[in-house]
């Protein structure tokens, strides 16, 4: 932003935590009913921020501590500093007391710090995440749903989220990725099959185009950037930054249109998409694909919930893409169980065979798109090590891993049949619960993708109450048609049977 703003510095990240979360308590938390269900989610969800912080700092000072070489000490700061802060020197009397007083971190104490704070905000994360599953799966028993409105007009809130985006948005345009940022960009260029292998089972299942683009910082910290990059990839990264933004776009939309058509109130839109966007997760992933689009596509699903053939179409796209999703389709087929089944059914298999034909174009041969194939439906056995993340600090072996893993299976089949009525507000809460139980046997960063189930818890919670949106009221019974006048009754009666 300072290409933009004459003398504008950024905004450390925990110093946006502390203002972000006021500013979320002032907007939405309801001080006339203190004791109420929606201040719990407020601070259920602020209390995210220390974890993702801890791991954010901590993964940064790892990373600079590859570079300190070892037989010499660091002369940076313990945690690091943004740009500005970086360029701006302290007055000379300042200066010589820094000199003498504070002891220059070496490259072994930069990465105890690094692994102290990764390893402590691991453990928050999942506390918290684990309470966020609990809230979520408990959500379709709360028939209660009182209107809750954001303690702001709908025009405040609409000034507020544009300039928010604007700024995050061109926090991704100015990014300059580093050496580590474009690991996955210079390890796409691998033709031999075994190191392909290695490559997609070192970050895991999905497409394998996704998973090696590269991270678009939005925090530019004081650290050496990637030199002398080659066109391919400087091409690459301004296509990455383009699809990063467009997915912002399609996640702010969504969420607005789902409050608009779906809970009759823009103003509960706009209020969630307001909500994600002040989150300092938000401001620090913006940048990164693989967080911000399957979030994107699983609101759109949501949105397009009566059009089973559509819904199927965003689905498959989030499960070839993400992988991950795939568990939610006993949640989902469940749900259109009476009436779009089948719809749904083509929606998600043929969206899923266009995306496994498209391997066949970063195909070398033909052992390599088997490779690319496994690894886009997760055809392999759990790895047991280079684990990044919780599972690399505690319990590193699959023994612990698969029992998790294994439970998290019952658990997403279970919802086949648990709640037997489904409805608009079961789909919302049970998908966003699943995709944080999800990132508990996720051995790549498990609970830091937070964008995975946040708009979507945040329209659980903002959501009115929706027993009657199930699929035999709002579905039409044939491909084309809508439901016929006068079909309403006939299926209330089916219902009551």
């Not at 912080?53 to 690091?80: C, E, K, N, W």
């Not at 439906?377 to 919780?390: I, N, Q, S, V």
Request: aromatic share 14%.
């Amino acid at each position: 932003m300072r290409e933009i703003l004459f003398q504008y510095e950024s905004v450390n990240p925990t110093t946006w935590a502390y203002l972000s979360s006021l500013l979320v308590i002032g907007l939405f938390f309801k001080f006339n009913r203190v004791w109420s269900v929606r201040n719990l989610d407020v601070l259920l969800i602020i209390s995210l921020a220390p974890g993702l912080l801890m791991v954010y700092f901590g993964q940064q000072s790892i990373d600079r501590a590859t570079i300190v070489p070892v037989v010499q000490a660091d002369t940076s700061p313990l945690i690091p500093k943004l740009e500005g802060e970086a360029q701006i020197p302290p007055p000379p009397e300042v200066a010589l007391t820094e000199e003498e007083e504070s002891p220059k971190p070496s490259r072994q104490e930069l990465l105890q710090i690094g692994r102290t704070l990764e390893k402590a905000g691991y453990v928050w994360l999942f506390c918290v995440s684990g309470l966020i599953c609990i809230r979520l799966f408990i959500d379709p028993t709360m028939v209660r749903r009182p209107m809750l409105e954001p303690n702001l007009t709908i025009g405040g809130m609409v000034f507020i989220t544009c300039a928010l985006f604007i700024f995050l948005m061109t926090n991704i345009a100015v990014g300059r990725p580093s050496d580590a940022d474009l690991r996955g960009v210079r390890e796409a260029s691998k033709s031999n099959p075994k190191e392909v292998e290695e490559s997609l089972r070192h970050y895991g299942p999905g497409y394998r185009m996704l998973l090696l683009v590269p991270r678009i910082p939005t925090y530019r910290l004081a650290q050496p950037e990637s030199s002398d990059l080659e066109k391919s990839e400087k091409i690459t990264i301004i296509v990455t930054k383009v699809m990063a933004i467009l997915a912002n776009v399609a996640l702010l939309a969504g969420m607005i249109l789902v409050g608009y058509r779906h809970f009759d109130s823009i103003r509960m839109g706009v209020g969630a998409a307001m909500f994600y966007f002040l989150l300092p997760y938000a401001a620090v992933n913006t940048g990164r694909i693989d967080h911000v689009l399957p979030a994107a596509l699983l609101v759109w699903a949501i949105f397009f919930y009566r059009t089973p053939l559509l819904s199927g179409v965003f689905m498959g796209f989030a499960i070839g893409t993400l992988y991950y999703p795939l568990f939610l389709l006993p949640l989902w087929f469940s749900y259109y169980w009476e009436r779009g089944r089948g719809r749904f059914l083509a929606g998600v298999l043929s969206t899923l065979a266009l995306l496994a034909l498209s391997l066949v174009f970063t195909s070398s041969d033909f052992e390599t798109y088997m490779h690319q194939f496994r690894a886009m439906f997760g055809l392999w056995l759990p790895r047991d090590e280079g684990y990044t993340g919780f599972w690399n600090y505690y319990f590193n072996s699959n023994a612990y891993r698969i029992p998790v893993l294994a439970a998290f299976g019952a658990m997403s089949i279970a919802f086949a049949i648990w709640p037997a009525q489904k409805n608009l507000g079961t789909l919302l809460s049970c998908t966003a619960g699943l995709m944080v139980a999800a990132q508990f046997w996720h051995a790549n960063d498990g609970t830091t993708y937070i964008a995975w189930y946040m708009p979507l818890m945040l329209l659980t919670i903002f959501r009115p109450n929706l027993e009657d949106r199930v699929a035999l009221r709002v579905i039409g019974e044939g491909w084309f048609r809508r439901t016929v006048p006068g079909a309403a009754a006939k299926d209330e009666g089916k219902q009551a049977a």
